[in-house]
Nanobody, 125 residues
Framework: VQLQASGGGSVQPGDSLRLSCAAS????????KAWFRQAPGKEREFVAA????????YYADSVKGRFTISRDSVKNTLYLQMNSLKPEDTAVYYC???????????????????WGQGTQVTVSS
């Protein structure tokens, strides 16, 4: 599967953005799907995920209640709706997918085989 992330931009604190991750190749429904982010000088960190074959959603504590992950199976696209953005949300956001990981790996970047190219989100006043 090939992943193409988009939707990043520069916004002010409190604003919203919606990121998209378009998948091509095999149907996205076969994969567990996630968003990660990486700020300058920091390691890539988990943001949110949907486990393959499940409607259960996983979130990092830092984004819970502000971000929502969703997918459109018809459009083969993953989304991340980001509300009440904060300066600490500034990072490059990556979508990722994998068809074999188990639940305990859902928050682990190294467990994902497929990655999009990243989209920059900057939150600043």
């Amino acid at each position: 599967v090939q992943l193409q992330a988009s939707g990043g931009g520069s916004v002010q604190p409190g604003d919203s953005l919606r990121l998209s991750c378009a998948a091509s190749g095999r149907a996205f429904s076969f994969y567990s799907k996630a968003w990660f982010r990486q700020a300058p000088g920091k390691e890539r960190e988990f943001v949110a995920a949907i486990k393959r074959g499940s409607n259960f959603l996983y979130y990092a504590d830092s984004v819970k209640g502000r971000f929502t992950i969703s997918r459109d199976s018809v459009k083969n696209t993953l989304y991340l709706q980001m509300n009440s953005l904060k300066p600490e949300d500034t990072a490059v956001y990556y979508c990722a997918a994998d068809e074999r990981l188990i639940t305990s790996q859902i928050r682990t970047a190294s467990a994902y085989d497929y990655w999009g190219q990243g989209t920059q989100v900057t939150v600043s006043s």
